[in-house]
């Protein structure tokens, strides 16, 4: 199984709701990320998990909120979110053994807030 | 930190060339080159680690000048798949990948 599945595809909620983004992968990969992309830019780095623990956290705001309850398994939190936030969310995974990771993306959550 | 990508897009007809560009002004561990389609997850193509290792696909060449920290992606006879968003990314610590600003490539019959 080489495959990051996401859900929900699609998620359109308002700036008071709470929402969450969830990430799954059975290739044994201990590694884990999330991405933002806005339309026609690059992924951004948003958080990466290594071993189930936050390893990196690229000052993102507070109102976004990882989590990984288990290898295999990725979640983001989302309160209180700005109409700003409105983006293409993606998690990768990739091996932390050895020096090639590259990451596998999942086909990510379409988010709009309204 | 981000790396920066050359050029913005390129128009081919199928069966010609073309070369991609990424360069970074910061000491590289590793460079990745990904395409991404339209509405679809970036697919990684090709990584490059300093001291001369890489891994990819097999029709997929690219090239590492640790010297000068730029990498090039070379795409020889394009077929009209190739068509996409490519971009490269570089880490200098493993983990910590940065995206250039992509190349929207577009092969024509």
């Known amino acids: 199984d080489t495959e990051v599945t996401q859900t929900p595809k699609h998620l359109v909620m308002g700036m008071t709701n709470k929402k969450s983004l969830k990430c799954e992968q059975h290739m044994g990969h201990r590694a884990m990320y999330w991405y933002k992309q806005k339309a026609k830019k690059p992924p951004e780095l948003m958080f990466v998990?290594?071993?189930?623990?936050?390893?990196i956290n690229e000052s993102v705001p507070s109102r976004f909120s990882p989590e990984c309850p288990n290898s295999s398994l990725l979640n983001l939190h989302l309160h209180a979110l700005q109409p700003e936030d409105s983006a293409l969310y993606l998690c990768a995974s990739s091996q932390l053994s050895g020096s090639y990771n590259e990451q596998f993306f999942g086909p990510g959550t379409r988010l709009t807030v309204l | 930190q981000q790396p920066v990508q050359s050029p913005q897009a390129v128009i081919l007809r199928e069966g010609e060339d073309a070369v991609i560009n990424c360069s970074s002004s910061?000491?590289?561990?590793?460079v990745h080159w990904y395409r991404q389609k339209h509405g679809e997850a970036p697919v990684f193509l090709m990584i490059l680690l300093k001291g001369g290792e890489q891994k990819g696909h097999e029709k997929i060449s690219a090239s590492f000048n640790e010297k000068k920290q730029q990498s090039s992606l070379y795409l020889t006879a394009s077929q009209l798949s190739y068509s996409g968003t490519y971009f490269c990314?570089?880490?200098?610590?493993?983990?910590?990948?940065?995206f250039g600003a992509g190349t929207r490539l577009t092969v024509k019959p």
């Open positions: 990314g570089t880490e200098t610590t493993p983990y910590d990948m940065r």
């Open positions: 910061k000491a590289l561990y590793s």
């Open positions: 998990y290594s071993y189930e623990k936050l390893s």
